[in-house]
């Protein structure tokens, strides 16, 4: 029984396209250096504003990747030879000591087990064992590993210290309610092709006050001065995504007119049902404290990947273990998702245990997942 | 009389979407780690190996505007403290200047009054006295100011030298029927914007084998070695612009089929028909030596910004002068134009004229472009 849809994407990142922002991406392009485009931008970084709800407008995209935004932190904020905390515990939290090292930064890496979420008073004692740190480098979701770091503990750990709080919000921004200026982030890193439902090609660099006072110029292509300068005109300092900024408005839209409590709320209730569902099945999550953007699960006994195949075949594509974890994990994304596109997933998921020859009673996971949505 | 259809832009970049590009944008996702996207990617970078026509496949595509591959060009082929020329005859000339400067580069400036093409003798005598000169960068479309700098030439001196030949031919590739390995050109940088008719937010960067040798790994986004690892295979380092990867193989299969010689034919004609156009009408091309992807007009004693304004109102945009060339020329571009879109632009130009003032005989200078045609 082949699917005759094509494939439904459950990965974390991209996501799947709302038909509303295919429409705005499908448009004949306009300039940029217009007042059609500037009126649009300035609309678009509005929303982002209200989006972060901070009264200052620091925040800049830039035409790349999230990494792209990743290494303009590290370019836009840090000195050569200054000393920062990598916390790493998966691959994005690799992510940032690789990045750390390449651009002169003396990188401490804190370690910790994939799957779990770092102690917070690690951080702390590091911060007193070296008091000349600059930075403490983090992701909120590290979604190779569905672990979700507090942030916001570590905010109040950083907010009396020199040290900025960078956090790599890709997987976070648009499904948590973050607010990093009360959370005493200093710098937030976020990217289009996950709770924004866009193609990826954008990516958004948001700083505190106490960030924008480091401001080093080391870079270029991500100067962010340079491009804040533009931006709060409704301009960039090089050609931008046209498209994508024009899509994220429309984004911004839909995610605020559902309102973040709200967005926050189905994300939580999706992954708390994932979590009730696979349990069912006698799997588990993997992390100890999971994001509520994906849903990483341990299939004990199973192959990961022989159950991500069985799904795939009847069109449901859900992401593998990376790294250390490949065969290991597989992860379900929530992002761009309504409550009911879980039922489809855990369908698939369940029909692709029974093909595998596990015994399961059809429905029970999915009853679980229905369950929980409803308590 | 007001449009009914909006803009029509014929500025040189971003250029009109042909409706089988936008069909492409406009589709649902699809994931990037997948057999499905990997076999697209290397069905695009079969294409783009067939634009170039060179038997090696030295090339990688990054998710940025066309500087951040100018970015790449500075970071993974020079070292700090490398000695360069830059040609500055516009500002994207300046653009190669500010990026070997902050790269650490000792940028010698090899001034060209804007509007003239550099003289390559005057390249060779500096090379002459800087004999550990490591490269020349420079323009093959100098696109603020409409001229073309004889990259061809430069190639044959640089060749059998130390010095890499880097060019931005971001205006020019797609354009003209470059065949960089031929021509002695060790890096040629693009941007999806222009001649392929794509939104802003894929570049390209193209080297020789000579450029291979000096490979630094100094950058990290925009890495050239980890990314040519990957993308070889069909993968990217870094989440890659999906969608813009995926349209590009449509824009390639468009410039193939008609073949690149008669796609530079294509802009010839334009450029040669645009060319007597405006001179019938009393103003003149404003560089000495034309690049064919876009006309710079200098209209002599008229103000340039006034006619585009005149022109903006009929719903026609062509672009203004940047830098010192503001309110001095207007440039009208050719990129993703077919023979009779010129007519359009130009009755637009004759109307604005006349309603400036300015007696002329309307149709004269769309006769004059006919006439270059049939010519």
């Not at 008091?131 to 979701?141: A, E, F, H, R, Y």
């Not at 590993?145 to 900025?164: P, R, Y």
């Not at 993997?286 to 699960?297: R, Y």
């Amino acid at each position: 029984m082949k699917p005759f849809k094509g494939e439904r994407i459950f990965t974390p990142g991209p996501v799947e396209l709302p038909d509303s922002i295919r429409e705005v991406l499908g448009r004949q392009i306009i300039h940029h250096r217009t007042p059609e485009f500037t009126q649009s931008f300035l609309e678009t970084r509005d929303l982002f504003k209200k989006l972060v709800g901070c009264p200052e407008e620091n925040f800049v995209f830039f035409a790349s990747s999230g990494t792209g935004a990743m290494e303009a932190a590290v370019l836009n904020f840090f000195e050569e030879g200054d000393r920062v905390i990598a916390v790493v515990g998966g691959k994005f939290g690799e992510r940032w000591a690789q990045l750390g090292k390449r651009w002169g930064l003396k990188v401490i890496e804190l370690s910790v087990e994939w799957g779990k979420s770092v102690d917070p008073e690690e951080v702390e004692d590091l911060l007193k064992e070296n008091p000349d740190c600059k930075g403490v480098l983090v992701q909120m979701s590290e979604s190779s590993t569905g672990a979700l770091h507090d942030v916001k503990t570590l905010g109040e750990i950083t907010d009396e210290k020199e040290a900025l709080l960078v956090v790599d919000a890709i997987t976070a921004l648009g499904v948590y309610n973050m607010k990093p200026c009360e959370w005493g982030i200093d710098v937030l890193v976020g990217g289009s092709q996950k709770a924004f439902m866009l193609p990826p090609g954008l990516s958004m660099l948001w700083f505190s006050e106490k960030a924008k006072r480091k401001l080093t110029g080391r870079a270029y292509y991500f100067n962010v001065e340079e491009e804040l300068k533009k931006q709060a005109e409704g301009q960039t300092a090089f050609t931008p995504a046209i498209t994508l900024i024009l899509a994220l408005k429309e984004s911004l839209n839909m995610l605020l007119s559902e309102g973040m409590d709200n967005v926050e709320k189905r994300y939580r209730a999706m992954s708390e049902g994932t979590r009730k569902a696979v349990e069912t099945l006698g799997m588990r999550v993997f992390p100890e404290n999971p994001t509520i953007s994906l849903t990483a699960v341990f299939p004990r006994d199973l192959d990961a990947d022989s159950l991500r195949k069985e799904m795939l075949r009847m069109g449901v594509r859900v992401a593998g273990g990376q790294g250390k974890l490949k065969g290991k994990i597989f992860r379900i994304s929530h992002m761009g998702m309504d409550l009911l596109d879980m039922p489809v997933v855990l369908s698939a998921l369940e029909l692709a245990l029974k093909r595998l020859g596990k015994y399961i009673k059809l429905g029970n996971a999915v009853g679980a997942y229905l369950e929980a949505l409803d308590g």
